[in-house]
């Protein structure tokens, strides 16, 4: 098959049978990627003899970098939530902006708490403050935990970190120091529109929610992942609960030593980046810079730290970090194996000549290269239900694309990344994760999260596309 309408509508064909094995059928995100490859592979007569091999090349090359970026990652947030970080964050926000400001004060914790976690396992750590925060100020629970949750999927999907985002930074060859400096300029504004900016406009859909005590937090709010999904998110949903396992000693960590271990190694990239511009990377200097830099390195350092910082510092000993740093790595499996699988899937898509049609298809149209990445992520996300694989298929379908408009590859990055943020609904874990916590019905939380998600995807894409001007 080599006409470019018939290779298109093998893609289309291969994305609803990604949708149907997913939603439907229920198969993890990974089994579901490896099938539709392998579909693809066969319609397009790829050489049987090849077809293993690309799918496996294409795993190696995209887990070779992210399985300790990953892994390193999971140590960190791990470290946070043990220490009673999180809480010393929630708090100290709380101070700075006072009660009646807790929405923009949770939406700040999100954007921050959540660098080196998951969306569902930072919303289960984080979500009883939402309870006590809420009382406090005499708001909503919604009101509280809508801003969270959006933070949440916001970081999730533009600022590495974390895997989806550090996956299509390397697919598309963006810089990740700068992916992250655009990234904070994209996300902050989006999360705040679509968390306390749609929580004050949009009164009337959070009225019917009713305040509970802080004790209704500790308790089981159902079974989310009943109703949910089997892909990335939901593999981090069934692990929540087993995760988050906090028991906050009686001496908090500061504010000062949690924020700087969160935030070090984005400080550790983004100085990398920043240096490189005054600096030849290709001297000695440069070389030690970039090394350094790099983000294994660079999160490697971050963990050391955070033993230090959130373990030792706080009365933990060797043992003790030794068994938070084992327990760290159950929730990653189900997402490296989403994410390996969509790198085989990105592949075959290359290798069958798909990918590079649409690349021709879509350059025809009289549209900006930027909406149609956003576009693409976004209706991934609401088919699929997994952020995580619709970057990974964006990013693959995007590729060809983005080399004959010109347009910088930390650009596309994050308008992938703002796409996949929007249309949050019932084919997301994280969906009823919030609705089942939140004790609130389904329309209210299409009315809240999925609304609030929206908004929050198109600020962003409007964010990068005033940025697109300059880079």
């Given at each position: ?346 592949a075959v898509l290359t290798a ?99 609304v609030g998600t929206t908004i ?16």
């Open positions: 098959m080599t006409s470019t309408a018939g290779l298109v509508a093998v893609l289309l064909l291969a994305i609803v049978l990604i949708v149907f094995l997913i939603v439907k059928l229920k198969f993890h995100g990974s089994i579901a990627l490896t099938v539709a490859a392998l579909a693809v592979a066969l319609v397009t007569q790829v050489p049987l003899g090849e077809v293993v091999t690309v799918i496996e090349d294409g795993v190696g090359g995209t887990l070779g970098f992210l399985v300790l970026v990953i892994g390193f990652g999971a140590v960190l947030g791990k470290m946070l939530e043990t220490s009673g970080g999180a809480e010393r964050l929630a708090t100290s926000l709380l101070d700075v902006f006072g009660a009646r400001r807790a929405p923009v004060a949770m939406s700040f914790l999100g954007l921050i708490a959540g660098i080196p976690v998951f969306v569902e396992v930072g919303f289960v750590l984080l979500v009883p403050l939402v309870f006590v925060v809420a009382k406090a100020a005499g708001l909503s629970r919604v009101t509280v935990g809508l801003p969270l949750a959006i933070s949440l999927m916001t970081v999730h999907c533009i600022l590495p970190p974390h895997p989806a985002a550090t996956a299509i930074a390397g697919t598309l060859g963006a810089d990740i120091g700068m992916v992250i400096l655009m990234g904070l300029i994209v996300g902050i504004p989006a999360a705040l529109a679509g968390g306390p900016l749609y929580g004050r406009l949009g009164r009337r859909f959070f009225a019917a929610v009713e305040d509970v005590e802080p004790e209704d937090a500790t308790g089981t709010p159902g079974t989310p992942t009943d109703n949910g999904p089997t892909g990335s998110g939901a593999v981090a949903t069934r692990t929540a609960t087993r995760v988050v396992e906090k028991q906050a000693p009686k001496v908090l960590p500061g504010f000062g030593i949690t924020l700087l271990t969160i935030l070090l190694p984005l400080l550790i990239m983004v100085a990398k980046t920043i240096a490189h511009l005054f600096i030849d990377p290709d001297s000695t200097a440069g070389l030690v810079i970039g090394f350094i830099g790099n983000p294994i390195v660079a999160l490697l350092i971050s963990v050391l730290f955070a033993y230090w910082s959130l373990g030792l510092a706080q009365g933990s000993n060797l043992k003790q970090i030794s068994e938070i740093t084992d327990n760290s790595f159950g929730p990653i499996g189900g997402v490296l194996l989403i994410i390996g699988a969509g790198g085989g899937f990105n069958s000549g798909v990918a590079p049609a649409l690349a021709d298809a879509l350059s025809a149209l009289p549209v900006s290269p930027i909406i149609l990445a956003w576009l693409i992520a976004i209706i991934l996300h609401f088919a699929v239900g997994s952020a995580t694989v619709a970057m990974i298929s964006a990013a693959g379908i995007v590729l060809p694309m983005m080399a004959a408009s010109g347009i910088s590859p930390e650009i596309m990055t994050l308008a992938i990344g703002a796409g996949a943020i929007g249309l949050t609904q019932v084919t997301d874990s994280l969906f009823w994760m919030y609705q089942s916590y939140m004790k609130i019905s389904v329309q209210q939380s299409i009315k809240t999260l999925t929050a995807s198109l600020v962003a894409l409007v964010m990068v596309l005033l940025l697109s001007l300059f880079f």
